[in-house]
């Protein structure tokens, strides 16, 4: 095709290890968590790829040889399931069984270049990286995932047709197994709730009587303030991401059946408090971040009517920047709670952990943040009070 762009780039490269390239919290937490504007694209089979692979074949001619738009005459599909010269390359990564997680099809005013990261399994890779050699595109690890990319804007359209040659490879090898993430396993509930993030700028605060508030409001109310901290937060995130990939693929109450079987004090959070699946990391990071939690539900289960993930917490107001930021980041909803106190909440059984790591990546600016909360305080205490005039 004349007129494709190409791209100045890195050398196409395949640098990979034979392991698997695949989240420990699920593919939906994971992707979700990466990329907030993710499409689960798992159902596509070989079938649909072949039919997408086609249409955007059409369409890219058009593009590259007339400068036609994109958005007239082809039907692609319902749902787009991103930027034309990707589409194809989605469709069959899904079909073969590596859930893609995002993709861009190359800007060439800019330095960004057609890619699409992937999560993979061991036993699918040799085969992965044949086709991405077939295809000429470079295939690089990217912490638990793949990015495999091209320095022309055909590149992953040509490995999609590459893909599609090979599909009857792709088809002998085992069939996907659960944890392996197909279409109905791995993924987090929802809930009926509109998220939104409505706060005023002052503080929700109840002073000295936080225990006392706590307990007026939860009456299994445990004060966490000095029982957590920044270096305690990694590993709980760790083992609350591990039982959300357990909920997410085995069930609900095999998860907690697990639990249950296993005494709270070998699990972290268990050194705490009985907390429900899902809100483990958000109360953690909550409390290191100088804001006590009240309260926490994590909807119960799948949805019950009028149930959905959420913290009721305390804040001063210069707490409210950074928990505005980490609440829109993740997705999730941040308003008053009606008693003093604010309401974190999602529609996603996984939203609450995505909000906590979003808070522990921004740990060093809840620390700058604490010591703003404290200085008018500490200002106060200095000067003391007034005397009265004679």
């Known amino acids: 095709m004349s007129g494709v762009p190409n791209y100045e780039m890195r050398a196409l490269e395949v640098v990979v290890e034979t392991k698997d390239y695949w989240p420990k919290e699920g593919v939906r937490v994971a992707a979700g968590y990466e990329n907030h ?3 689960d694209c798992r159902g596509i089979d070989w079938s649909e790829a072949r039919e997408i692979v086609s249409n955007e074949s059409e369409l890219l001619a058009a593009v590259f040889r007339d400068g036609a738009d994109p958005e007239e005459g082809v039907d ?19 079909a073969a069984g590596c859930p893609t997680i995002s993709s861009c099809a190359g800007h060439p005013e800019g330095e960004r270049f057609p890619h699409v990261a992937l999560f993979v399994r061991r036993e699918r890779l040799p085969l992965l990286v044949q086709c ?5 595109l470079g295939l690089i690890a990217d912490g638990d995932e793949l990015v495999a990319f091209s320095n022309r804007g055909d590149g992953l359209h040509r490995f999609a047709s590459v893909m599609l040659q090979r599909s ?65 937060v990694p590993e709980i995130l760790e083992e609350e991401a591990e039982h959300l990939h357990h909920w997410f693929c085995d069930g609900y109450a095999a998860t907690t059946d697990w639990i249950s079987s296993h005494p709270p004090e070998t699990w972290v959070t268990g050194n705490y408090c009985d907390l429900d699946l899902g809100t483990a990391g958000a109360v953690a990071t909550l409390n290191a971040a100088g804001c006590p939690t009240c309260w926490s539900c994590n909807g119960h289960d799948h949805g019950a009517p009028g149930g959905h993930p959420h913290v009721g917490f305390w804040a001063r107001a210069a707490h409210l920047p950074l928990l505005r930021e980490c609440a829109k980041a993740a ?60």
Not at 331 to 347: A, H, Q
């Open 37 to 39: 504007q993710f499409i």
């Open 168 to 232: 009857a490879e792709w088809e002998a090898l085992p069939a996907m197994q659960r944890d392996d993430g197909g279409p109905t396993y791995c993924t987090a509930p929802t809930y009926d709730v509109q998220t939104r993030i409505v706060v005023a700028d002052r503080d929700y605060w109840v002073g000295k009587q936080i225990v006392a508030a706590g307990r007026a409001v939860n009456r299994d109310f445990v004060d966490l303030r000095r029982r957590v901290s920044w270096k305690d």
């Open 331 to 390: 997705c999730v909803g941040l308003i008053e709670s009606g008693r003093g106190s604010l309401l974190l909440f999602s529609d996603r059984a996984d939203g609450l952990h995505s909000f906590a790591r979003e808070m522990f990546r921004n740990a060093s600016a809840w620390s700058r943040s604490i010591a703003d909360a404290r200085a008018p305080r500490a200002a106060n205490r200095k000067t003391g009070p007034r005397s009265r005039p004679h």
């Open 76 to 94: 692609i599909i319902d749902s787009p399931i991103g930027e034309l010269g990707t589409w194809g390359a989605v469709a069959v990564l899904n």
């Open 132 to 136: 991405v050699r077939e295809a000429g």
